[in-house]
């Protein structure tokens, strides 16, 4: 076990719960955005990815891997896997937009948008991903002091190739893995409020393109970083998603003089 990992893994924890639950509150704090948007955009998260496309999305990819392995075949299960989740949510987002803000009298406004695109965000990375990294990080724990290789022969038959590898993996996390995702949630936000704000805009003025505009750029940001990463490595990738967060964050700041005001 190493201790540089376990630090690193309870860093990444840290920054995976407070970060979205502190721009939250600050947000909230300074805007008078009611939490019962934030609420909404939970609740399309959950409704949308984590009870439904997300189980589906999984089994798909195990199913549809086996067949493309690598090569321009991957690339293009990648780029399709992409499409299909980018519309599955963002068509979540624009059910809440058009049938539970309605029902709780708010308005199609940027500061609602946002706050909206918060909640969606905020849910994803302190529900499922540091869900993920904590039970990576009990599996980590507990490997560390098992004996691997008696572990796989006390298997048997049922140590498969595939499950070996894996538990090799987790058994070798490094300090840096858990700080990558960490980062990789604090980019997350701005994308998660900028698709929000994009989906919000094809109701405001009734008009398919901006919903199109969201499809596209959050399919294109689900293509390009894990493409990138397989391509050239993770270095890289992040620095391409750190690029692609400001571009996000500009998106969300040039839609403010034409959203609709309080």
Known sequence: MSASTVLAFIAS??????????????YRRRTGARWQIFAYGALIFVTFQLLSWLPLSVYLDALMSVRFVSGWGAFLWLMALSLMTSLVEESGRWCGYRYLFPRGSFRLTWHNGIMYGLGHGAVETMLLIAGLTFIHFLAYLALSRLNLQLLVRSMGAEASPALVTQLQAIASTSWDQPLIVALERVLALPHQVAWSLLTMESLVYR?????????LYHASVAIIVPGLVRLAGFPLAEGANVVLALLSLGIIFKLRPVSPEE
């Open 207 to 215: 008009q398919k393109r901006w919903f199109g505009f969201a499809v």
């Open 13 to 26: 924890l840290l920054v995976q719960v407070g970060y979205p639950l502190t721009v939250s509150l600050v």
